[in-house]
Structures are given as C-alpha cells and as structure tokens.
C-alpha cells in the first residue's frame, strides 16, 4: 500500500498492489484525499485486507493546525476489489502515526492526536479495535503529554503490547490482553527519543530503546506475568537515530 499524487486533480492517491505469485499486480486505487497524513495496512480478520489513513481536506494542506480524519477501506479475499472509504473518525486535531497490528482475533490501531500544531510538544494517544467487521469506538490511551515516539506489537495468543516515551525520560507500557487494556505502566525513567517493540516468540516481547546516554538498551516483556525484565549490558554509545 502506497500514496500517490493524482496530476489530473493535484490530490494525494492511496493505492494497493499484491504479489500473489513473482510478480506484482497492478496497482489499484483505493481513495483520494487532499492529503493523507499516515497510512497502515493488514491482513483482515475475515480475508482479505484492511488499509486505514488519516487525511486532510485540500482546503487544509499548508494548515499547521488541521481538521483531520480517520478513514478505512477493505478489500474482498483477493485484494483486488477494495470498499468505498468509510469513516472511522473525525477531530478538530492532527491525527497521525498510524500503527496497525494483529493481536489475537483482533486488529488494533493506534495514533496519536494533538491540537498545538507540528511544532507542539503534547499528543494524545488512542486505540481502537477491528473485529473483523467493524471497529470500536476509539478510546484514550495516554492522556496529553510530551510523547516523543511509540511503537506496538502484537501475536497471536496474548493480544498487543504498547510502549511510549514520553517527557523527562518516562517510558511506558500498556497491554491489550484480548479483553481488556491495562493501565499504563512505567518501566523506565531514563528513555530517549527512539524505541522499537516486537515479539520475539508468543509470550515473550522484546524492546530496544535509546537511553539517556546515548546507548541502545533492551527489555523484555513476559506476557504470562506480566513482568518487565531490563538486560544489564546495553549497546554502549550507539547515538541511535531510531531503533
């Protein structure tokens, strides 16, 4: 899934292509928009696939303080024939960094908002959830802070994790356990600005992140209780520009 620029119209273009065999198919036009901030795809639930963007009206391009909105599209079992755009949601704020990740029998996305433009410091964060036909109503994650970057990742049995560092060095974590989030929690108070969050196996996650040193240090992340456990022996003066 890409974006492209339409010349006849001067719009942004979000297009799809798959690769069922050695080649890649054409590309397929799935919507338009004035602008599109942030984009994120995965395999649907149900078959086929589901793309999801936030955009601006063309009104907005050039706007530092945007109305934006959520919106998705979902492609039968062959990716070939895509819906119409429908929305997911609609703010007076900038919606961006998308992120998309399958966790169990859901999908889970996650963005982050914020009314003070792009040079502002505090962003909301909120999640929201696919069932396989239709999403929730997207909720507060993390109330308006400093959140430098996040990351999430998610498996097949124990639903996703989400990490955020945030001002003066916070680090945080919240799980979607399949039925529930929890709340958040801090794991460490001396993070930078990058940090990169995967499951290495169905119970066990692993984090690096930039400290306040400038190295690159490593969590993990037991699923099954719910412990975090930081490994002594970080990747010493890496000056990391995104882990």
């Given at each position: 899934?890409f974006?492209g620029?339409?010349?006849?119209?001067g719009?942004?273009?979000?297009?799809?292509?798959?690769?069922?065999?050695?080649?890649?198919?054409?590309?397929?036009?799935?919507?338009s928009?004035g602008?599109?901030?942030?984009?994120v795809?995965?395999?649907n639930l149900?078959?086929?696939?589901?793309?999801?963007?936030?955009?601006?009206d063309a009104?907005d391009?050039?706007?530092?303080?945007?109305?934006s909105?959520?919106?998705?599209?979902?492609?039968?079992?062959?990716?070939?024939?895509?819906?119409?755009?429908?929305?997911?949601?609609?703010?007076l704020?900038?919606?961006?960094?998308?992120?998309l990740?399958?966790?169990g029998?859901?999908?889970?996305l996650t963005?982050l908002?914020?009314?003070?433009?792009?040079?502002?410091e505090?962003r909301?964060?909120?999640?929201?959830?696919?069932d396989?036909?239709?999403?929730?109503?997207?909720?507060?994650?993390i109330?308006?802070?400093?959140?430098?970057t996040y990351?999430s990742a998610?498996?097949?049995l124990?639903?996703?994790?989400?990490?955020?560092?945030?001002?003066?060095?916070?680090?945080?974590?919240?799980?979607?356990?399949g039925r529930?989030?929890t709340?958040?929690?801090?794991?460490?108070?001396?993070?930078?600005g990058?940090?990169?969050?995967?499951?290495?196996?169905?119970?066990?996650?692993?984090?690096?992140?930039?400290?306040?040193?400038?190295?690159?240090?490593f969590?993990?992340?037991d699923?099954?209780?719910?412990?975090w456990?930081?490994?002594?022996?970080?990747?010493?003066?890496?000056?990391?520009?995104?882990?």
């Amino acid at each position: 899934v890409f974006t492209g620029t339409d010349p006849a119209t001067g719009k942004m273009t979000i297009m799809a292509s798959l690769r069922p065999g050695t080649a890649w198919g054409a590309p397929v036009n799935i919507a338009s928009a004035g602008g599109v901030i942030s984009l994120v795809a995965r395999e649907n639930l149900a078959g086929g696939w589901v793309v999801a963007w936030s955009e601006i009206d063309a009104s907005d391009v050039g706007n530092p303080y945007p109305i934006s909105t959520i919106k998705y599209a979902v492609s039968d079992a062959t990716g070939a024939t895509w819906s119409a755009p429908k929305e997911l949601t609609s703010n007076l704020d900038a919606m961006f960094d998308l992120k998309l990740v399958s966790a169990g029998d859901t999908l889970v996305l996650t963005y982050l908002s914020t009314a003070e433009g792009p040079r502002g410091e505090n962003r909301s964060l909120f999640s929201t959830l696919w069932d396989g036909t239709k999403w929730s109503t997207p909720e507060l994650r993390i109330p308006s802070q400093p959140i430098q970057t996040y990351d999430s990742a998610g498996n097949s049995l124990d639903g996703s994790l989400l990490t955020a560092a945030t001002g003066k060095g916070g680090l945080l974590s919240l799980r979607w356990d399949g039925r529930t989030w929890t709340a958040s929690q801090s794991i460490a108070t001396n993070a930078g600005g990058a940090i990169s969050l995967r499951f290495s196996n169905a119970d066990v996650a692993v984090l690096a992140w930039e400290n306040s040193q400038g190295s690159i240090a490593f969590s993990m992340y037991d699923a099954i209780f719910g412990e975090w456990t930081h490994l002594s022996i970080p990747i010493q003066d890496a000056s990391p520009d995104d882990c």
